[in-house]
């Protein structure tokens, strides 16, 4: 139980375009979804934390109106990168976690590559 | 698959006292990072190692990888309440970590008592 699926998990695109990227936890309800980027060879860095019907938390430095998060529902986030540029090119991650616990579960991860 | 093992599982220390956090690998680490959970919370980046026999520290906190870079551990010396939250092992599944493949123990959950 408690897995967590990202689409897509791989995304190439051209510059200025604007890419989406689901969250869903498979088998139960997560009323908080964290998302995370990670640079080659450096750390997950928390980008914000998405709670179910409101608005996301964006940590400082990430720019709120560039990356779009909207969670729905107890089971989907979504991130969407607005007008992409290559410095967007990164690994997403995201991770729920389980009403009343404080267990994350982490999603494969999407690969976006902006050209 | 690459694995990684966490013990303790959960922790329960007076403050002031010392504890280590202990992760282990089924593998060759690549890259290893710590990381400390609030409940609620995303996880917070403590520290990365790379090299085997590194060695780190961030205020009170030491982390170790041993020259086989197989295992690394978490040190906290004096803890404080501060200290409690969820520490999580964290690892690159190849070499560099450009495929930006990750694993992670299930965590210690680290309560300090006043």
């Known amino acids: 139980g408690a897995v967590v699926s990202q689409h897509p998990s791989w995304v190439i695109c051209k510059s200025g375009t604007s890419v989406k990227i689901e969250c869903r936890s498979l088998d139960f309800q997560a009323t908080t979804m964290f998302w995370y980027r990670q640079f080659p060879k450096q750390s997950l860095m928390l980008m914000a934390t998405?709670?179910?019907?409101?608005?996301?938390?964006?940590e400082q430095g990430v720019e709120k109106d560039k990356f779009l998060i909207n969670h729905a529902s107890l089971t989907l986030s979504t991130l969407t990168v607005t007008s992409a540029h290559p410095e967007d090119s990164s690994f997403y991650i995201c991770?729920?976690?389980?009403?009343?616990?404080?267990?994350?579960?982490f999603g494969p991860g999407t690969r976006l590559t902006v050209l | 698959s690459q694995e990684l093992e966490q013990s303790p599982q959960s922790l329960i220390v007076q403050e002031g006292k010392n504890l280590t956090i202990n992760c282990t690998s089924s593998?060759?680490?690549?890259?290893l990072y710590w990381y400390k959970q609030k409940y609620g919370e995303g996880l917070i980046f403590l520290m990365m190692l790379q090299k085997g026999g590194e060695e780190k520290s961030h205020e009170k906190i030491t982390a170790k990888l041993d020259e086989k870079k197989q295992q690394s551990s978490l040190h906290i010396t004096a803890s404080q309440p501060s200290h409690a939250g969820i520490y999580l092992c964290?690892?690159?599944?190849?070499?560099?970590?450009?495929?930006?493949?990750?694993?992670f123990g299930k965590g210690t959950k680290l309560s300090v008592k006043p």
């Open positions: 998405s709670n179910e019907g409101s608005k996301a938390t964006y």
């Open positions: 991770s729920a976690s389980l009403v009343g616990t404080d267990t994350q579960y």
């Open positions: 593998k060759t680490l690549y890259g």
């Open positions: 964290g690892a690159d599944t190849d070499y560099g970590g450009s495929q930006g493949n990750l694993i």
